[in-house]
């Protein structure tokens, strides 16, 4: 009697072991998820296609020192991703305005 006893205790031990595990593990899953998604729907903000700083000198024919003025005065300030830094049409199209300049299609 004392070792079925102490059978279906051990094995209620496990019971509760594996369930309290499984607690962790879910809740793990769920807030790895959720950041997941925070970061997909952060990535899908941001517009295409990204610009440099080449590509904005060329479709604007000024040289790459401009689009550093622009970024050191704060027209302009982009996604640094590594040791790049991207930008976003919206973003040089609204600078263009506020110095009262047309915006060119991209």
Sequence with gaps: MKKENEHIIRELRMDFKLQWLEQIIKAYFKESLQEFLTELKQ?????????????IAEKFKVSKATIHNWK?????????VGKNRYYTATEIDNALKSKGWEARNY
Aim: aromatic share 0%.
């Design 43 to 55: 990535a899908a903000e941001i517009e295409k296609p990204l610009l440099t700083i080449g590509d």
């Design 72 to 80: 050191n005065k704060g027209l302009i300030v982009g996604q640094k």
